[in-house]
C-alpha cells in the first residue's frame, strides 16, 4: 500500500474576508474531490483570508500511480484562476 500526499501554498489575492476564503478554498476541495477522488482538507493557516495550506491524501496500490496523481494534483491547482500556488511538498509513503 502506498499513500500519496501533497500540501499546496495558496495564495488568495485580493480577498478580504473569511467569507470570500472559504468560498475559493471550498470550490477547489470540490473540484479535486470529483476530479481526482482524492481526500482534501484544509490544515494550516484557517485564520488567514489571503492565504490558505490544503492538504491533499491518496491510498493506491502502486507508487508510481500515487506520484503520478499528486503531479496532476499540483498541475489542476497551478492552473487554478483564484488562487495561486506558492509552494507545494509530496511524499509518497
Request: aromatic share 6%; charged share 30%; hydrophobic share 40%.
Amino acid at each position: 500500500m502506498f499513500i500519496g500526499s501533497c500540501k499546496l501554498i495558496l495564495e488568495i489575492p485580493g480577498n478580504n474576508s473569511l467569507k470570500g476564503k472559504r468560498m475559493v478554498v471550498k470550490s477547489l476541495k470540490d473540484r479535486l474531490r470529483h476530479k481526482f477522488q482524492v481526500s482534501v482538507a484544509e490544515v494550516e493557516e484557517m485564520d488567514n483570508h489571503r492565504r490558505a495550506v490544503i492538504g491533499v491524501a491518496y491510498v493506491t496500490n502502486n507508487r508510481r500511480h500515487a506520484n503520478r496523481v499528486m503531479d496532476q494534483v499540483v498541475s489542476f491547482v497551478e492552473a487554478e484562476g483564484r488562487a495561486y500556488l506558492v509552494d507545494y511538498t509530496i511524499e509518497i509513503l
